[in-house]
């Protein structure tokens, strides 16, 4: 099993940018497809962006392509996202999401979730 940690949320302007990480603990980090989704209230939860194992292929929403991107070094055990340009709706609790062998990178059947952590963006 993996665990998995959020942090790096907080509040920003429109237009401003945040960097979330996703620190991981327990098996090699190497092993695990990972994913980013959101959760914004009252709405059903979002693929945001996925990296494959090696980190050489990225997958993201079209909502956040251009202006999102995700990462990882697996010597540290971290996965992490570089939100700039962000907008209003933008704002959601963000989840990092590790699996061995996901379906579908998009998929939110990811088998390890952290806790989540809240980005809001103010217009």
């Known amino acids: 099993q993996v665990q998995l940690v959020e942090s790096g949320g907080g509040l920003v302007q429109a237009g401003g940018s945040l960097r979330l990480s996703c620190a991981a603990s327990?098996?090699?980090?190497?092993?695990?497809?990972m994913g980013w989704f959101r959760q914004a209230p009252g709405k059903e939860r979002e693929f945001v962006a996925a990296?494959?194992?090696?980190?050489?292929?990225?997958d993201y929403a079209d909502s956040v392509k251009g202006r999102f991107t995700i990462s990882r070094d697996n010597a540290k055990s971290t996965v992490n996202l570089q939100m700039n340009s962000l907008k209003p709706e933008d704002t959601a609790v963000y989840y990092c999401?590790?699996?061995?062998?996901?379906?579908?990178?998009?998929?939110?059947?990811?088998?390890?979730w952290g806790q989540g952590t809240q980005v809001t963006v103010s217009s």
């Open positions: 999401a590790a699996d061995l062998s996901p379906i579908t990178p998009r998929s939110g059947s990811y088998d390890y």
């Open positions: 327990g098996r090699t980090l190497s092993r695990y497809v």
């Open positions: 990296i494959s194992r090696s980190g050489g292929s990225t």
